[in-house]
């Protein structure tokens, strides 16, 4: 008698890296929507933002989809900044003060993922280290 058996870990599986540049080596990969409110400087992407403006990274989403998001602030003077996808569900999620965050988001349209400047006073800080993975539950 043969079984044959297949093995995988408790937690999640992840799809390759979707985002390009997600370090901010330059401003490669990026596309700024109010461009003076975003510069790119010591390997960090600084937002000195009035409310709603975009840092956007065209990385390829499908609809139904679950995303791992992992990013960085720093340098937090004010403000809050939503990361994700136009109508991801759940809505915006909205993230303020300096440290590492991780959050799961379901893509519902085939959009891009952004970094939206959030409320009054509008984001004042960095970003680093972003990284966008499809999980395989």
């Given at each position: 008698?043969?079984?044959?058996a297949?093995?995988?870990?408790n ?28 510069a ?6 600084v ?47 909205v ?11 379901v893509?519902?349209n085939?959009a ?26």
């Amino acid at each position: 008698m043969s079984a044959t058996a297949s093995i995988r870990p408790n937690a999640n599986w992840f799809g390759p890296e979707l985002i390009s540049n997600g370090t901010f080596d330059n401003a490669s990969g990026w596309e700024f929507l109010g461009p003076s409110q975003f510069a790119v400087a010591n390997g960090k992407l600084v937002c000195t933002c009035t409310d709603g403006y975009r840092a956007i990274n065209y990385a390829t989403l499908s609809v139904g989809k679950t995303y791992r998001v992992v990013f960085e602030i720093s340098d937090h003077i004010s403000g809050a900044i939503a990361p994700g996808v136009n109508y991801a569900t759940g809505g915006h999620w909205v993230w303020s003060g300096n440290g590492t965050y991780t959050f799961d988001m379901v893509c519902d349209n085939n959009a891009y993922f952004s970094f939206l400047s959030w409320g009054s006073p509008a984001f004042n800080g960095s970003i680093d280290n972003v990284s966008l993975k499809e999980v395989f539950a």
